[in-house]
């Protein structure tokens, strides 16, 4: 019981871990750009992604090196023991991909694995330690993007990274916050002796020597990170999956009674998909497929919203906060009901996106009340009573469109580092339904299409989406905040195409969520006036405010000017820079 209240003490932390990478500042942060705009969470990866540019890069060089980069300045989310997609765009053709570097379960995992004696879901096994991780994605999705589409020679675009690692880079106020942050966790942790031997390594990388606090202006170095860099620059992705590192990865999990063996992470591949793609008021959405519900249920609801006169209406008053919030809540029980991994069933995407399925929604939602999630979603609840990621965006000076969105899952991830590797290892088991057949009022799904299966893709949000008007590239956005991603990439699009925003007010500008279960309507701290949320009361709806939510980096082009604008989100110290 101690130890129950424990973890979930832990799992607070983490959580909280998570938003401190998204404090607001008032700083403005968009630029222009003619020959090139890198916009992503950190300065240094942005820097990178701009010199890349600069030496004749394209832009998916620049997003492999960003990514590479992030793995080292940004390591609560920025990864290579993680997964992901990227979508990319060629202005050339027209032609949009989706590369699929998402984490798969390992031939062990079961359905029931993270349920106790008693059949309850344990939370924690799933978000702490090896259990939790999935066969990381990052790398292999990396090499293949290089390989299909880069420019550069593969060494080149890492190359930044391992001087990061190996050299160190400054923390800033908020980095050396989050590392010391890690401390609680590290304390809260005393006791429980799984979580002190599993995240030793983690812990022992993670503070300093001497145990004092970190400090803005510490350089922080990563030996073990650095030569894992250098072994995947001289040997591609086989030093990773199936070489040295793949070797010291699985011999951790057997010490710890993980489960991913070294034929796991040789069997892991990364795929090229055809994106999704859907039609909003005369632009072109392309976003991710499964396994992601992200672009599937953004155009869902980008459908569903085009029968509402919304620019017309106050952007904040309560009839389009009512409109937007019914239409993510019919949409997010599509979401629970049928996603998961398209390669082990069928996802009905086709019907889902389509303006019938939108039309037949609209019909449902009343303009005047809140309709419960208990009443639409009967069919598949049991019981009726009863967060790091990282997104960055990239043009380059030919037009080719990248958008990224990658992740530990939770901040920091599963807390496991593999002994001599100094690359942080993903909890994404955690994206699986838990409990199979039971779904219920606080957000728990146990629906058939994402229970876990051996090498099957746990079902992601994220929601990395490239918008075209009239064959070029307009938008590239895309956010984290696990399930409310695709709302958060739903609100910065229509406060752009709706609401005639500018790219950073449309960033910047205040956010609601609603995932169907709970049943609530999560709003912006920021965005409360009392009378508006009265009115929204009156209709039905329960309201929870929040400090944050998402983190949306992105770039749109602006026809006045003729450039690309990057709008790095006021939430956290991110950085657009342009050439
Ligand atoms: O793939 C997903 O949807 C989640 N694992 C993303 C996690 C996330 O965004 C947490 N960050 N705030």
């Known amino acids: 019981m101690a130890s129950n209240r424990r973890i979930l003490g832990i799992l607070i932390i983490i959580c909280l871990l998570a938003q401190w990478a998204c404090i607001t500042s008032d700083e403005e942060n968009t630029v222009p750009g ?126 930044p990274a391992i001087d990061l690692a190996e050299n160190g880079f400054v923390l800033n106020k908020r980095r050396a916050k989050a590392l010391n942050g890690l401390k609680q966790i590290q304390k809260l942790s005393k006791n429980f002796e799984d979580m002190i031997t599993k995240s030793e390594e983690f812990f022992r990388i993670f503070s300093k020597p001497d145990g004092s606090e970190f400090v803005e202006g510490d350089i922080f170095f990563q030996i073990d990170l650095a030569e894992s860099l250098k072994l995947i620059s001289n040997q591609g992705s086989a030093a990773f999956y199936e070489g040295k590192i793949a070797e010291l990865i699985a011999r951790d999990m057997e010490k710890h009674r993980g489960l991913i063996t070294k034929d796991d992470l040789a069997k892991y591949e990364a795929f090229v998909r055809e994106p999704v793609k859907g039609n909003y008021r005369g632009y072109e959405i392309i976003s991710m497929p499964p396994p992601s519900s992200g672009g599937t249920i953004l155009i869902e609801m980008l459908n569903v919203l085009e029968g509402f006169e919304l620019g017309a209406m106050e952007r904040y008053g309560p009839e389009a906060l009512h409109v937007i919030s019914e ?171 709706d609401f005639k925003m500018n790219i950073q007010e449309a960033v910047n500008g205040y956010r609601i969520n609603h995932e169907w279960m709970p049943d609530v309507l999560i709003v912006e701290k920021e965005g409360i006036n009392e009378e508006v949320i009265d009115s929204l009361k009156s209709m039905g709806h329960e309201i929870k405010t929040i400090r944050s939510l998402g983190d949306a980096h992105s770039i749109c082009f602006d026809l006045g000017t003729g450039k690309y604008h990057g709008a790095a989100d006021k939430r956290s110290s991110g950085s657009a820079i342009e050439y």
């Open 327 to 497: 239409t993510m809540r019919f949409a997010y029980l599509d979401r629970a009901k049928y996603m998961g991994d398209k390669q082990f069933g069928d996802i009905p995407v086709k019907r889902l996106i389509s303006k019938e399925h939108a039309q037949s929604i609209k019909e449902k939602i009343d303009l005047d009340r809140a309709i419960p999630s208990s009443e639409i979603g009967e069919d598949i609840l049991t019981n009726e009573k009863a967060k790091e990621t990282t997104h960055y965006s990239i043009i380059d000076k030919d037009g080719i469109a990248v958008a990224t969105t990658y992740t530990l899952n939770g901040g920091f991830g599963s807390f496991v580092i593999a002994e001599g590797t100094g690359i942080i290892l993903n909890n994404e088991m955690a994206d699986f339904n838990m409990k199979p057949g039971y779904t219920d009022d606080k957000g728990l799904i146990g629906t058939e299409p994402n229970l876990i299966a051996p090498y099957k893709r746990m079902l992601s949000s994220m929601t990395p989406t490239i918008i075209v008007k009239d064959g070029k590239t307009f938008m590239i956005t895309g956010s984290p905040g696990g399930r409310t991603i695709i709302n958060t990439v739903l609100n910065v699009i229509i406060n752009v195409i």
């Open 34 to 159: 003619k020959n090139g705009v890198v916009v992503s969470v950190d300065q240094y990866a942005s820097q990178i992604g701009i010199d890349i540019l600069k030496k004749g890069g394209n832009a998916v060089d620049a997003a492999v090196a960003v990514g590479f980069a992030l793995a080292v300045t940004y390591p609560a989310a920025g990864n290579i023991g993680g997964g992901g997609f990227m979508i990319i765009r060629f202005p050339d053709t027209r032609e949009a991909v989706a590369i699929d570097f998402r984490e798969m379960a390992p031939a062990g995992a079961t359905p029931n694995m993270y349920l106790d004696e008693k059949g309850n879901y344990d939370r924690a096994k799933s978000y702490l330690g090896h259990l939790a991780v999935g066969v990381p994605g990052t790398v292999k999705g990396f090499e293949y993007a290089m390989q299909k589409y880069g420019n550069l020679p593969w060494k080149e675009v890492i190359a």
